[in-house]
């Protein structure tokens, strides 16, 4: 394994942690209305790192929200007082549940720290380059801090690992991380639609009626185990059909090698020709 450098790519960046400017792309809003909201007392302060202020996708999550409820009708004050109105004993984040407590939720709470000699102890035989690791970084699935790696995802890194073990190159474990990240992000915002079509809309034409938050903050914990259910369920499907699919289409060559070879027939002398 080339360790070399590893521990300095990203060293002084966190997956997840924005600056302003970051900020406002991410949420396609200008950094200025951020400061406004923030002027304001819709968005809470950020964290500081010297005078830099550092954001976190509670921030991002915040802002979606202002801008869902701005695109809804309500003006800045009465966004303002709903969440003036909760703050004595359920926040906005709780009553929604699209802050916090739900990035909390969906988050992967364990991690590992590992030493790099320790990272390829899971990785034997494949050489994990400083450019591997840079992509792995970009990617989200490790983050560094001095001579340690965080692995935000223990689950993947087993998975990997196995898959490399298999013989699949690195680099196409990497690939296919990033196409099924592009795909399941893909599931998520169809789910979170239907929660606003079918949940969110009804309770928001309704004036968000405060009878109506429990039931609503539930069906949207609900929601993101019924999705993985679903989406659990058919890729099980999908995959049994598209073994019994390969195996149909290699059946001839598998049956034609399996077949024993025919008996050698003895060479043909001039005392046995007929």
Excluded: C
């Excluded at 968005?43 to 830099?52: D, E, K, S, T």
């Excluded at 990497?174 to 809309?201: I, K, S, V």
């Excluded at 369920?233 to 070879?261: G, M, S, V, W």
């Amino acid at each position: 394994m080339n360790v070399y450098s590893i521990g300095m790519v990203g060293a002084s960046a966190e997956p997840g942690e924005m600056t302003i400017e970051e900020l406002a792309r991410r949420a396609d809003i200008a950094f200025t209305t951020i400061r406004l909201y923030q002027h304001r007392g819709l968005l809470h302060p950020p964290a500081r790192r010297g005078r830099v202020g550092i954001y976190d996708q509670t921030h991002l999550a915040r802002l979606r929200l202002i801008t869902e409820l701005r695109s809804r009708g309500y003006s800045l004050a009465a966004i303002k007082e709903l969440a003036d109105d909760w703050q004595q004993g359920r926040t906005l984040t709780q009553v929604l549940g699209l802050e916090a407590e739900a990035v909390a939720a969906i988050t992967p709470g364990v991690e590992l720290r590992l030493l790099p000699n320790e990272l390829a102890r899971h990785f034997e035989g494949v050489d994990l380059t400083p450019a591997s690791m840079n992509r792995a970084f970009e990617l989200g699935l490790v983050a560094f801090d001095n001579d340690q790696i965080i692995v935000h995802d223990p689950a993947f890194l087993e998975v990997g690992s196995s898959l490399a073990r298999m013989g699949v190159p690195l680099e196409e474990i990497l690939d296919e991380y990033e196409h099924l990240r592009a795909t399941t992000n893909e599931l998520a915002e169809r789910f979170t639609r239907l929660f606003q079509r079918n949940l969110w809309q009804p309770f928001a034409d309704a004036g968000m009626p405060a009878e109506q938050i429990t039931t609503l903050t539930e069906s949207l914990a609900t929601l993101g185990p019924l999705a993985e259910t679903i989406v659990q369920t058919t890729l099980h499907r999908a995959l049994a059909d598209q073994a019994a699919q390969f195996l149909d289409e290699h059946a001839t060559a598998l049956a034609h090698k399996n077949q024993p070879a025919p008996p050698k027939r003895a060479p043909r002398t001039s005392s046995n020709r007929g």
